[in-house]
């Protein structure tokens, strides 16, 4: 960080953990729950949309209640120093921004925006959240915070849950992101490889990298022969690319380094 004036770094989930919005994925980068849903299955299956929308809704109140974390903090410490040249994070929280980081490119879209798969009408979350109470109004859930934002609970509540549909043109909705099955849109994709192509470095800050939209970006780097770091909790799919590997928890990592090269 010291030597390097237009730093990239590329942010996961370990990041927002401290927030309390737990990882994906174990250290050995191994599905700790059960996999994601799969874009395809939402479209195309009643129950797996009606299952999403109902654990989305439970979720969504200890989601939309974490707060930045030291992570998040240290990062927009950097970004305010001016030599972190672009933060492009998997996470789909807003954490990064809430913490003063300014120009993030959300690689994977933001959970508190829905768009509609027919009309593509963008809409808040919260105005969605509403609306569900108001069609659901006797629905409880015995909520348990999952990674993206949804809960576990039980089949038979699930059932008698009437899931949303677009105000517009009652089609099928999901938050803004880019689910299992989808790829990045192609703009924002060639924002940040634009982005890396001025970049004399890259930090891979809390991410098993296991994602292939992710991953490119290190394989990218490597290419150009930008030297490569990544403080992560557990292996990561890079690990023989890069030529500094820090094992610890990126928030602490992140203020021991950034106090180093104040002192310096
Ligand atoms: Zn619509």
Redesign the pocket.
Known sequence: MANHRRVFVLTGAGCSTASGIPDYRDEQGEWKRRPPVMIQALRSDEAVYRRYWARAYAGWPRFISAAPAAAHLAFAAWDAAGTLHQLVTQNVDGLHQRAGSRAVIDLHGRLDVVV?L??D?RTARAALQTSIAITNPDWLAEAVSAPDGDADIADALIESFVAPR?E??G?LLKPDVVFFGENVPVARYEQARHALAGADALLVAGSSLMVYSGFRFVRLAHDAGLPIAIVNRGRTRADDLAELKVLADVGSALNDALAATTQS
Request: hydrophobic content about 10%; aromatic content about 0%; proline content about 0%.
């Open positions: 509609c027919s009309c009408a677009c517009r043109c089609g």
